[in-house]
Protein backbone atom coordinates (compact mmCIF):
# COMPACT_ATOMS: atom_id res chain seq x y z
CA UNK A 1 0.00 0.00 0.00
CA UNK A 2 1.31 3.79 -1.05
CA UNK A 3 1.32 6.20 1.73
CA UNK A 4 -0.96 9.19 1.58
CA UNK A 5 1.99 12.33 2.60
CA UNK A 6 0.07 14.86 1.24
CA UNK A 7 -1.29 17.65 3.20
CA UNK A 8 -3.45 20.35 2.17
CA UNK A 9 -2.55 24.42 3.49
CA UNK A 10 -5.43 23.83 6.16
CA UNK A 11 -3.89 20.42 7.37
CA UNK A 12 -0.61 22.01 7.63
CA UNK A 13 -2.28 24.41 9.86
CA UNK A 14 -3.62 22.48 11.80
CA UNK A 15 -0.77 19.67 12.42
CA UNK A 16 1.37 22.63 13.74
CA UNK A 17 -0.85 23.17 16.02
CA UNK A 18 -0.80 19.81 17.17
CA UNK A 19 3.19 20.02 17.02
CA UNK A 20 4.76 23.15 18.17
CA UNK A 21 8.24 21.96 18.13
CA UNK A 22 8.15 21.11 14.52
CA UNK A 23 6.87 24.86 13.91
CA UNK A 24 10.95 26.11 14.80
CA UNK A 25 12.16 22.80 12.24
CA UNK A 26 9.99 24.89 9.31
CA UNK A 27 10.53 28.48 10.82
CA UNK A 28 14.48 27.88 9.98
CA UNK A 29 14.18 27.22 6.65
CA UNK A 30 11.21 28.70 5.01
CA UNK A 31 10.02 28.70 1.94
CA UNK A 32 12.05 25.36 1.67
CA UNK A 33 10.05 23.00 -0.40
CA UNK A 34 12.53 19.95 0.81
CA UNK A 35 11.83 20.77 4.66
CA UNK A 36 7.72 20.85 3.63
CA UNK A 37 8.33 17.61 2.27
CA UNK A 38 10.11 16.23 4.94
CA UNK A 39 7.88 17.63 7.74
CA UNK A 40 4.72 16.07 5.82
CA UNK A 41 6.39 13.12 6.16
CA UNK A 42 7.07 13.08 9.69
CA UNK A 43 3.61 13.99 10.18
CA UNK A 44 2.28 11.32 8.39
CA UNK A 45 4.40 9.03 10.30
CA UNK A 46 3.27 10.57 13.76
CA UNK A 47 -0.19 9.88 12.40
CA UNK A 48 0.34 6.44 11.45
CA UNK A 49 1.93 5.43 14.63
CA UNK A 50 -0.13 7.33 17.11
CA UNK A 51 -4.10 7.05 15.05
CA UNK A 52 -4.08 10.35 15.54
CA UNK A 53 -6.31 12.18 12.58
CA UNK A 54 -6.81 16.15 11.41
CA UNK A 55 -10.24 17.14 10.62
CA UNK A 56 -13.23 18.44 12.57
CA UNK A 57 -14.81 14.84 12.69
CA UNK A 58 -12.06 13.09 15.12
CA UNK A 59 -13.40 10.58 17.18
CA UNK A 60 -11.58 8.56 19.59
CA UNK A 61 -12.00 5.31 18.46
CA UNK A 62 -10.09 4.02 21.49
CA UNK A 63 -13.45 4.48 23.25
CA UNK A 64 -15.67 2.92 20.61
CA UNK A 65 -16.59 5.23 18.71
CA UNK A 66 -19.91 7.88 19.30
CA UNK A 67 -22.20 6.86 21.60
CA UNK A 68 -25.20 7.99 19.61
CA UNK A 69 -24.32 5.58 17.17
CA UNK A 70 -25.46 2.43 19.48
CA UNK A 71 -28.57 0.59 20.24
CA UNK A 72 -30.15 1.25 23.32
CA UNK A 73 -30.91 -2.20 24.46
CA UNK A 74 -34.04 -1.52 26.08
CA UNK A 75 -36.70 -3.74 25.18
CA UNK A 76 -36.50 -6.74 22.87
CA UNK A 77 -37.96 -5.75 19.33
CA UNK A 78 -40.39 -8.22 17.91
CA UNK A 79 -38.54 -8.02 14.79
CA UNK A 80 -35.40 -9.46 16.77
CA UNK A 81 -33.96 -11.98 14.94
CA UNK A 82 -33.43 -15.49 16.82
CA UNK A 83 -30.50 -16.18 19.00
CA UNK A 84 -29.21 -18.75 21.91
CA UNK A 85 -31.72 -17.98 25.30
CA UNK A 86 -27.78 -18.31 27.19
CA UNK A 87 -27.08 -14.56 25.64
CA UNK A 88 -27.69 -11.17 27.12
CA UNK A 89 -28.15 -8.10 25.36
CA UNK A 90 -25.02 -6.70 25.89
CA UNK A 91 -23.42 -9.63 24.61
CA UNK A 92 -24.37 -8.01 21.16
CA UNK A 93 -24.86 -4.44 21.81
CA UNK A 94 -21.54 -3.58 22.56
CA UNK A 95 -18.54 -1.98 20.72
CA UNK A 96 -17.01 -5.25 18.70
CA UNK A 97 -14.34 -3.89 16.33
CA UNK A 98 -15.07 -1.57 13.48
CA UNK A 99 -16.87 -3.62 10.91
CA UNK A 100 -20.53 -4.12 9.51
CA UNK A 101 -21.40 -6.68 11.99
CA UNK A 102 -21.13 -4.84 14.98
CA UNK A 103 -23.95 -4.53 17.26
CA UNK A 104 -27.10 -6.68 17.19
CA UNK A 105 -26.28 -8.50 14.11
CA UNK A 106 -23.11 -9.83 15.76
CA UNK A 107 -25.30 -12.23 17.14
CA UNK A 108 -25.69 -14.69 13.73
CA UNK A 109 -21.90 -14.92 15.13
CA UNK A 110 -22.28 -15.55 18.16
CA UNK A 111 -25.34 -17.52 18.54
CA UNK A 112 -25.72 -21.28 17.54
CA UNK A 113 -29.22 -20.68 17.04
CA UNK A 114 -30.29 -19.45 13.51
CA UNK A 115 -26.68 -19.91 12.01
CA UNK A 116 -25.90 -21.88 9.13
CA UNK A 117 -22.92 -23.83 7.94
CA UNK A 118 -20.27 -22.77 5.80
CA UNK A 119 -21.32 -24.88 3.20
CA UNK A 120 -24.88 -24.28 3.35
CA UNK A 121 -24.05 -19.96 3.15
CA UNK A 122 -21.39 -20.58 0.50
CA UNK A 123 -24.16 -22.92 -1.85
CA UNK A 124 -26.29 -19.73 -0.61
CA UNK A 125 -24.07 -17.47 -2.31
CA UNK A 126 -23.17 -19.20 -5.51
CA UNK A 127 -27.02 -19.77 -6.60
CA UNK A 128 -27.92 -15.87 -5.72
CA UNK A 129 -24.80 -15.12 -8.13
CA UNK A 130 -25.75 -17.41 -10.97
CA UNK A 131 -29.23 -16.07 -11.62
CA UNK A 132 -28.32 -16.22 -15.63
CA UNK A 133 -26.15 -19.36 -15.66
CA UNK A 134 -22.97 -17.77 -15.98
CA UNK A 135 -21.59 -16.55 -12.81
CA UNK A 136 -21.81 -12.89 -13.88
CA UNK A 137 -23.11 -10.24 -11.57
CA UNK A 138 -23.50 -6.55 -11.99
CA UNK A 139 -21.57 -5.24 -8.69
CA UNK A 140 -20.85 -1.69 -6.92
CA UNK A 141 -17.12 -1.54 -6.09
CA UNK A 142 -15.95 0.46 -3.33
CA UNK A 143 -12.15 1.47 -3.24
CA UNK A 144 -10.70 3.90 -1.35
CA UNK A 145 -7.56 6.35 -1.96
CA UNK A 146 -5.90 8.64 0.74
CA UNK A 147 -8.83 8.06 2.73
CA UNK A 148 -11.23 9.20 -0.60
CA UNK A 149 -13.80 6.87 -1.62
CA UNK A 150 -15.09 6.09 -4.74
CA UNK A 151 -18.16 3.40 -5.84
CA UNK A 152 -17.93 1.80 -9.20
CA UNK A 153 -20.44 0.00 -10.87
CA UNK A 154 -18.06 -3.10 -12.35
CA UNK A 155 -19.66 -6.77 -13.72
CA UNK A 156 -17.66 -9.28 -11.92
CA UNK A 157 -17.78 -13.24 -12.62
CA UNK A 158 -17.67 -15.43 -9.56
CA UNK A 159 -15.39 -18.65 -9.70
CA UNK A 160 -17.58 -20.77 -7.69
CA UNK A 161 -14.79 -23.77 -7.39
CA UNK A 162 -12.47 -21.20 -5.81
CA UNK A 163 -14.52 -18.90 -4.25
CA UNK A 164 -12.75 -15.90 -6.15
CA UNK A 165 -14.24 -12.55 -8.67
CA UNK A 166 -13.48 -11.68 -11.76
CA UNK A 167 -13.60 -8.36 -13.84
CA UNK A 168 -11.75 -7.47 -16.90
CA UNK A 169 -11.45 -2.84 -17.04
CA UNK A 170 -9.78 -0.93 -19.35
CA UNK A 171 -5.87 0.56 -18.39
CA UNK A 172 -5.56 4.13 -16.52
CA UNK A 173 -9.25 4.01 -14.90
CA UNK A 174 -9.67 5.58 -11.96
CA UNK A 175 -10.45 2.53 -9.88
CA UNK A 176 -7.26 0.64 -11.11
CA UNK A 177 -5.11 3.79 -9.28
CA UNK A 178 -7.20 2.93 -6.05
CA UNK A 179 -6.82 -0.75 -5.59
CA UNK A 180 -2.90 -0.15 -6.88
CA UNK A 181 -2.51 1.94 -4.09
CA UNK A 182 -5.09 0.32 -1.66
CA UNK A 183 -5.60 -3.93 -1.68
CA UNK A 184 -9.11 -3.39 0.45
CA UNK A 185 -11.94 -3.56 -1.45
CA UNK A 186 -15.75 -3.90 -1.09
CA UNK A 187 -17.88 -5.17 -3.40
CA UNK A 188 -21.76 -4.80 -2.92
CA UNK A 189 -24.77 -6.83 -5.01
CA UNK A 190 -28.17 -6.68 -4.49
CA UNK A 191 -31.15 -8.26 -6.47
CA UNK A 192 -33.66 -5.43 -8.10
CA UNK A 193 -37.11 -6.25 -7.70
CA UNK A 194 -40.24 -4.59 -9.41
CA UNK A 195 -42.29 -4.35 -6.16
CA UNK A 196 -39.87 -2.43 -4.17
CA UNK A 197 -39.85 -4.10 -1.02
CA UNK A 198 -36.74 -5.31 -0.01
CA UNK A 199 -37.54 -5.15 3.51
CA UNK A 200 -39.26 -7.94 2.62
CA UNK A 201 -37.68 -9.76 0.02
CA UNK A 202 -34.07 -8.43 -0.08
CA UNK A 203 -31.54 -10.52 -1.49
CA UNK A 204 -28.04 -9.48 -1.46
CA UNK A 205 -24.17 -10.27 -1.08
CA UNK A 206 -21.16 -8.14 0.38
CA UNK A 207 -17.78 -9.10 0.04
CA UNK A 208 -15.07 -8.11 1.72
CA UNK A 209 -11.82 -8.93 0.22
CA UNK A 210 -7.72 -8.19 -1.16
CA UNK A 211 -7.81 -6.84 -4.88
CA UNK A 212 -5.10 -8.08 -7.04
CA UNK A 213 -4.13 -6.40 -10.91
CA UNK A 214 -3.04 -8.50 -13.46
CA UNK A 215 -1.38 -7.59 -16.21
CA UNK A 216 -1.53 -9.04 -19.58
CA UNK A 217 2.26 -10.25 -18.65
CA UNK A 218 1.70 -11.92 -15.67
CA UNK A 219 0.96 -16.24 -16.35
CA UNK A 220 -2.25 -15.74 -14.50
CA UNK A 221 -3.85 -13.37 -17.01
CA UNK A 222 -5.15 -16.03 -19.81
CA UNK A 223 -6.06 -18.49 -17.02
CA UNK A 224 -8.41 -15.61 -15.35
CA UNK A 225 -9.64 -14.46 -18.99
CA UNK A 226 -10.87 -17.90 -19.52
CA UNK A 227 -12.97 -17.52 -16.68
CA UNK A 228 -14.08 -14.56 -17.28
CA UNK A 229 -14.69 -14.31 -21.26
CA UNK A 230 -17.47 -17.56 -21.71
CA UNK A 231 -19.49 -15.49 -19.74
CA UNK A 232 -20.08 -12.92 -22.68
CA UNK A 233 -20.74 -15.46 -24.94
CA UNK A 234 -17.45 -14.08 -27.16
CA UNK A 235 -14.92 -16.66 -28.10
CA UNK A 236 -11.61 -16.54 -26.47
CA UNK A 237 -8.92 -16.32 -29.84
CA UNK A 238 -5.24 -16.29 -29.71
CA UNK A 239 -5.66 -12.59 -31.53
CA UNK A 240 -8.00 -11.57 -28.70
CA UNK A 241 -6.15 -12.87 -26.39
CA UNK A 242 -3.07 -10.70 -27.33
CA UNK A 243 -4.85 -7.55 -28.19
CA UNK A 244 -6.28 -8.01 -24.35
CA UNK A 245 -3.22 -8.38 -22.82
CA UNK A 246 -2.37 -5.01 -24.11
CA UNK A 247 -5.07 -3.06 -23.27
CA UNK A 248 -6.81 -4.95 -20.50
CA UNK A 249 -6.28 -5.54 -16.69
CA UNK A 250 -7.95 -8.18 -15.15
CA UNK A 251 -9.19 -7.44 -11.47
CA UNK A 252 -9.23 -10.31 -8.82
CA UNK A 253 -11.03 -10.57 -5.85
CA UNK A 254 -9.93 -13.09 -2.91
CA UNK A 255 -12.62 -12.60 -0.20
CA UNK A 256 -11.99 -12.60 3.28
CA UNK A 257 -15.55 -13.27 3.86
CA UNK A 258 -19.00 -13.14 2.17
CA UNK A 259 -22.18 -12.18 3.84
CA UNK A 260 -25.69 -13.55 2.41
CA UNK A 261 -28.57 -11.58 2.68
CA UNK A 262 -31.69 -14.20 2.01
CA UNK A 263 -34.18 -12.56 3.61
CA UNK A 264 -37.40 -14.83 2.66
CA UNK A 265 -35.05 -17.86 2.02
CA UNK A 266 -33.48 -18.02 5.49
CA UNK A 267 -36.12 -17.09 7.72
CA UNK A 268 -38.29 -19.03 6.62
CA UNK A 269 -36.13 -21.74 7.16
CA UNK A 270 -35.67 -20.47 11.13
CA UNK A 271 -32.59 -19.00 10.23
CA UNK A 272 -31.13 -15.61 10.42
CA UNK A 273 -31.26 -13.53 6.62
CA UNK A 274 -28.14 -12.61 7.13
CA UNK A 275 -25.20 -15.49 7.04
CA UNK A 276 -21.42 -15.09 6.69
CA UNK A 277 -18.97 -16.66 5.24
CA UNK A 278 -15.60 -16.85 5.77
CA UNK A 279 -12.52 -17.99 4.08
CA UNK A 280 -10.50 -20.70 5.56
CA UNK A 281 -7.80 -18.13 6.57
CA UNK A 282 -10.59 -16.50 8.56
CA UNK A 283 -12.98 -19.04 9.45
CA UNK A 284 -14.33 -18.90 13.51
Known amino acids: MLPCIMHTPEEFEMLIRKYPELQQKLNERTGSM ?3 LIVSLIF ?10 VGDNVTDWSAGGPKDIYVKPIKKSPYHGIYD ?3 KCLDCHRYDGVDSYTSATMSMLKSKKGSMSREQIQQGIIKALNRHGNFR ?7 SFCNDPLATVVEFVLDPENMVFYAISEKQTEKLFHMASNEKVSLGYM ?4 HGNYFKDSLGVQVKGIATLIKGTNPEFEAAAKIYMPSLGIPLTPELMEGMKKTKIITK ?3 S ?11 SKGYHALQVWFSEDQKK
Open 34 to 36: KTR
Open 44 to 53: SILIMVTGEA
Open 85 to 87: ESM
Open 137 to 143: EIFVLST
Open 191 to 194: RQFE
Open 253 to 255: VVP
Open 257 to 267: RIALMDRNTHK
